[in-house]
């Protein structure tokens, strides 16, 4: 999920549009937004509506200490991943 915030850089991401690129359902999704809020990996605030007559909606975005845990978490993986050569 921090890998989908992180492609929309600094630009807020609403939950619909997480769910279209993670798959999660909403039952899933929010409890998993609300922890990584919590863990201060993502900021969240109400925004004001794009068009008139639309309700505002909640937006995500990742914190520097979300970009951080996503990189730190990429480097994990790639040293996971790495199986050295047999002589």
Known sequence: MLA???????DWS???E??????LKSGSLYPLLIRLHER?????????PQRPGRPARHGYRLT????EA??????QA????FTPKEA
Do not use: K, M
């Open 4 to 10: 989908v915030l992180h492609r929309h850089r600094d």
């Open 14 to 16: 609403y939950g619909l």
């Open 18 to 23: 997480i769910s279209g690129e993670t798959g």
């Open 40 to 48: 201060g990996l993502l900021e969240s605030q109400w925004l004001a």
């Open 64 to 67: 520097n200490a979300g970009r």
């Open 70 to 75: 996503l990189a730190a978490n990429r480097r």
């Open 78 to 81: 790639t040293a996971l991943s």
